[in-house]
């Protein structure tokens, strides 16, 4: 019977259910647009195969991990670090065995999805289907058809965005471009090791964004300047937005002197962590003023308190999963951006929100459309 | 088929839906009791009948003309102002083109109620069928079935109240009585323009509060029986209850010393945005207890940030539907008044809340009642 | 057809109601594991039989008299004191007539069970049922049927744990386990007396504490050996956790000689509001330390605001039924506390939260297990 009810996500009952059926009868062959695609570029520049499933399912993958880590495997157990994996069938042992842990969440769902329909396995990943899945996924990933590439097309994708840092080369992007290959993936600006002074290295980000673009970043003025013309690069490269993970939303609107005085400040690792916030708050703000002129849609991911496993944080560094949402006030966040251009229609925010805040609330209510007269969309999680 | 469910709002599923029509057959068809029914008492005063389409249906009511800016349609194209509408059936036009835009809004709801009960209109409103739509209003809206009188009856209302400035004259409301119709329209005492330091013109609406009453208004005491006064002249017009529009649910219970000395404060334009709020709190204290000593029921309405669109605000002034609703801490905020009153079984008190709120949720699990021996009724929207 | 509906609490949809029945059928003999029954361990030491309907079921329940307080039924009329109910029957009278009150609430759901299953009453409590009630309870409580270890068995609770603070000597658990009974039942340490500098007579409960140990309770770390030793006693009678009810979630890791230095400012009545809410966070993070050696599972039932009714908690003191939740934001606050234990497999912590906040959302939706690599379960109520 497979690993798959043909109606999972659609409601129990039978007649929003026959509702959920039709709408999505109407939409399932469409091609899939994916704005924030956590993939990376380098994959379809190099096109090469992927080389086992560990790589591919369970080392870049924090949800994985994270629930392995909670239940007291260690991430050595795991061979999870930057370096490549060097006994990938025990690893995969280890989450096969664990594979009940998922029960009831999204990792199973598609990782099930990707089972059944990619590599043909039907009966459930467990210690005794372990090493079964193993060959079976191993052997499908030396194929052709298993090459990003041939994936990408496949998968139907009218377009992929990858995130990237504002001194990345966009190498990748560059080589996909040149291939001939018609996939279309494009960058999207991630700015904040350059505008968040609690970002590790930010000063020695600032001056590399300095070094890329030949402006004087040790001035306010320059450093828009830079920002500026990163920006107008990542849209050379096909980038439609921009991404914000700020710690909360909040905004300012400072004056320019104001804001020089805070940008020295920063600069200089003199802030605290109020001046720190108060400056990503300004930064929002002068984002949305750039969006203005070259076009580019902002999103702004809010309210994630990142790295909060201290111990993992301070062996692994960022990104290692240890994320949690916290409450984030949208609404007097907000103000200051939409102050100043909250009426211009030209402008278009995403904001990723939980559905518990009343912000969320207010939004998934019907409310969404009304905040100012933005196209703002809002993406409620 | 027309434009309405006959089941809708009810649950899908069928047999909480048979409980739903079976509670719904046992109230339908009983009368309205409107306490807060958003309809001006000289409608009902001076019966004539509503002019347009327009005048009637956009013109007043912000959830429809913030849904048309929110989309990039201006205030000026859709004519909202105070002076009567120049080209009704232009702005019908543009209403009608987006009304799919109101798609699952509570606002297409009961318009779809009105057009189809009211206008006999079957085919859903748009740009093809906004001229059928205009005509058929507008010849309606001209026979004397449709003077505000007659729609009252018709509605089975027993009673309706109006919101009322404390400096309003109130008379609407007595040309209604001494009209010898029966029709029972009340006023409900909305003091927000003379207990919000932050309302516009503050100080000269208490100023006219001390002409209105004859108090020397510059004194603490004489203020407080000025606000005595002008609620047992609502009183004496039918007034059942208050109302207050205050950002959050804030109360206090100062010495009176320390009140006097804060209403000195605010009347001089002196107090910063924590005294202005300071002073709003003790004033909530205060109407609990002349709600008290006259009985009125007191409804707060807290935690709506207004006014959120800056440039809106700046241009068109308050209620222009640039609001959204705020997290509120009611649990603590209420505490001071509760600690003098909240033991009162005489005082009753209706507080308005979004169900995301802590103090909302308890409420809706069946704590309501529970938080003091007050009869305080709430409402959770 | 009596009180109860066979499929109460389970889903009105077919589909789903269906999998409930089968999931219940699956787990209903299994005998009651309860780690936070509500009982006295006297209860079972004595095994007297309940007086009478009223001590049993009125007097010690604040969600009932709290529901009828808040219908302006004095706490006199119900003689809630702790002392005998005079007029039992009196007092059974008025709850009688007020059971309407609680249609939707947990009290009825589980009271109408009690009525029709241990009582066989089978027509709904009310006025006219009073009487009835009242003799049927009261004749078979005086049974041997129903006396309270009787009942024990009858119910098949495998283990319960009561709730006690450190100075309770446990003299009635030591009875239950010297009197050669079996059923099972534990203490819970919950030192919230010992550790709150807000809880009435801290320091003399501190005091207390040294006479009841032998240590030097003034000195920080005497303090600190006076509570590992009674909960080394709490352990030597079966005690399996601990429990602490604070006002929210708050955890700091002080230095030893900034705590020493908080420790005597709260034993000396100089701690403020913020310092007692500190010593608070800091005894958190020690009781996770002392988890950590003697293995009791820590439970924290943060962000109750207690005694919010200031007339009743001048009356009557404690825990009589005026507490309201807050919002706790449990992800920034336990951070002190899992920064430097969240790691440790062997601790085991259960938060009690309401679903609406942010980390019960978070939890709720399958992040549960992923704080930290602690093995600790969450409880979302």
Known sequence: MGLLHEDRLFPADEKTRAIARRLYAGIKELPIVSPHGHTQAGWFARNEPFP???????????????????????????????????????????????????????????????????????????????????????????????????????????????????LDSLKDHEEIRESGWKGRIVPTFRPDPVVDPAFDQFAKNV?????????NVTSWRGYLRALEARRRFFKSLGATATDHGHPSARTADLSESKAEWLFGKVLEGEADAEHQELFRAQMLTEMARMSLEDGLVMQIHAGSVRNHNAQLFAKYGRDMGADIPGPTDYVHALKPLLDRFGNETSLSIILFTLDETTFGRELAAGGSLSLSATRAAVVVL
Do not use: C
């Not at 769902?109 to 329909?117: R, T, V």
């Not at 001056?207 to 402006?215: F, P």
């Open 52 to 166: 086992d499933p560990v790589t591919l399912l369970v080392q870049p993958d924090h949800y994985i991990f994270r629930m392995l880590y909670s239940q007291g495997i260690s991430l050595e157990e795991l061979e999870i670090s930057n370096k490549p994996v060097k006994d990938p069938r025990r690893v995969w042992r280890i989450f096969a065995s664990n594979y009940h842990l998922f029960r009831g969440t999204p990792s199973r769902l598609w990782l099930d999805y990707a089972f059944e329909n990619l590599f043909g396995l039907t009966e459930r990943l467990s210690a005794k289907t372990a090493d079964h899945y193993y060959e079976t996924i191993e052997s499908r990933l030396s194929t052709k058809e298993f090459l990003p590439r041939a994936l990408f097309e496949r998968f139907n994708i009218e377009v992929l965005a990858t995130t990237d840092s504002p």
């Open 207 to 215: 001056e590399r964004l300095g070094e890329l673009t030949g402006e």
